[in-house]
């Protein structure tokens, strides 16, 4: 029934790693995103993507690359980790037109050691 | 460009007490206004927002919110807080035309005092 879900949950790993989170909506909507929060709970956004085409690119470093094989996914893959990285990671999507909220997902835990 | 305030970190307030929340933004055109509400260890979820028309909005849990134009501020009330509003409350706004970019505020933690 999860309208938004990524996964993993939490994730723990060593500097200079390669990870990547994942996320679904079964909501039917046409844009998805990937926000960041960090330690004092600021939210910002990396990513929009729109029927697959990357549509919002916030000045986030290359090792960041997001990839949507269809309008309903949209994953994360980040290389070369850092401990800087270490925060929240938030999949949303909405209907894309801006009166329409966003529906968050319950966020992927990334600590980097 | 689009920004939002808020303007407290933190909100300490009293069970039953009343709350305001205050939020401040600023846009060149016209703009949507949302709040939205953190749980501990969870992701955000919608509290109200404001499109068009009248100046109140009411939401879940008995929150609302008052659009100001002329003041550029859409603050958030409650007229009666329970333990299980303590929460982080994000003020975001997005602009009209095109497609959505929401910017959010820094977040204001609500603690609310048995």
């Known amino acids: 029934d999860t309208a938004v879900s990524q996964t993993p949950k939490y994730l723990v790993t060593q500097m200079g790693n390669d990870k990547s989170i994942k996320c679904e909506q079964n909501l039917g909507h046409d844009t998805m995103y990937w926000y960041k929060q960090d330690s004092k709970k600021f939210l910002k956004i990396m990513f929009s993507y729109n029927n697959k085409e990357l549509i919002i690119n916030e000045t986030v470093p290359n090792r960041f690359s997001p990839k949507s094989p269809d309008k309903a996914h949209l994953n994360l893959h980040i290389n070369s980790l850092e401990l800087g990285d270490s925060a929240v990671y938030f999949c949303?999507?909405?209907?894309?037109?801006?009166?329409?909220?966003?529906?968050f997902g319950q966020g992927t835990r990334l600590t980097v050691v | 460009a689009q920004s939002v305030t808020q303007l407290d970190s933190q909100v300490p307030v009293f069970e039953e007490a009343p709350v305001e929340l205050r939020c401040n933004y600023s846009s060149s055109v016209s703009v949507y206004l949302f709040w939205y509400v953190q749980y501990p260890n969870q992701g955000l979820q919608l509290l109200l927002k404001?499109?068009?028309?009248?100046?109140l909005v009411k939401g879940i849990n008995g929150f609302e919110a008052e659009f100001n134009k002329s003041q550029t501020s859409f603050h958030l009330r409650k007229p009666s807080v329970h333990i299980s509003d303590t929460a982080e409350y994000f003020c975001a706004v997005s602009e009209h035309g095109g497609y959505q970019k929401v910017t959010f505020g820094t977040g204001t933690k609500l603690q609310v005092i048995p």
């Open positions: 404001y499109l068009s028309g009248s100046t």
């Open positions: 949303a999507s909405s209907q894309g037109t801006g009166e329409t909220e966003a529906f």
